[in-house]
T-cell receptor
């Protein structure tokens, strides 16, 4: 199978601090990783697309200086929420896709709470 | 852009059948996915349709009509564990093959 992990699964941080979330593809190489955000009772909203070795592509309305994405290897992408605020509290989910494949494999998600 | 519509909630009895409809509008259709998501968890892949017709996978089946911009997910022999949110997602080649998700349909299975 194709397994994607995320770390941490839950994080609580104070307003103004930064939080880093890791997304790893455990048994395959992911040329593309996606970062989504999901608010309660809402659907997944794509934040950015991350390609290994190049800059991430952000969706309209997503601040790239606030949500820093790094895809340094074929198995790891990181999302850093900088200067977090309570409105950034959400469920952040990554997914990974093999080169040429259609299916995205989702990580288990990270619940971020900013106090 | 993509407009993806699906009902907000559905309730059914254990052992019954439920059909979740999804309609979409997209510029460059390149496949439709169904995912299951339990509360607080990430989505898990259920099915993929790119050609018209029915795809059957155990208790779950998914149908696609590209000309109508319509799909449905059929859940048979419902079990309590099937209580979850079901997300319809469309891939669009004119949008760099990204997935756009519907808001999800919450299915509640009652004993």
């Amino acid at each position: 199978g194709a397994v994607v992990s995320q770390h941490p699964s839950r994080v609580i941080c104070k307003s103004g601090t930064s939080v880093k979330i890791e997304c790893r593809s455990l048994d395959f190489q992911a040329t593309t990783m996606f970062w989504y955000r999901q608010f309660p009772k809402q659907s997944l909203m794509l934040m950015a697309t991350s390609n290994e070795g190049s800059k991430a592509t952000y969706e309209q309305g997503v601040e790239k200086d606030k949500f820093l994405i790094n895809h340094a290897s074929l198995t790891l992408s990181t999302l850093t929420v900088t200067s977090a605020h309570p409105e950034d509290s959400s469920f952040y989910i990554c997914s990974a896709r093999r080169d040429g494949a259609y299916e995205q494999y989702f990580g288990p998600g990270t619940r971020l709470t900013v106090t | 852009g993509q407009n993806i519509d699906q009902p907000t909630e559905m309730t059914a009895t254990e052992g019954a059948i439920v059909q979740i409809n999804c309609t979409y509008q997209t510029s460059g259709f390149n496949g439709l996915f169904w995912y299951q998501q339990h509360a607080g968890e990430a989505p898990t892949f259920l099915s993929y349709n790119v050609l018209d017709g029915l795809e059957e996978k155990g208790r779950f089946s998914s149908f696609l009509s590209r000309s109508k911009g319509y799909s449905y997910l059929l859940l048979k022999e419902l079990q309590m564990k099937d209580s979850a949110s079901y997300l319809c997602a469309v891939r669009d080649w004119s949008n760099d093959y990204k997935l756009s998700f519907g808001a999800g349909t919450t299915v509640t299975v009652r004993a």
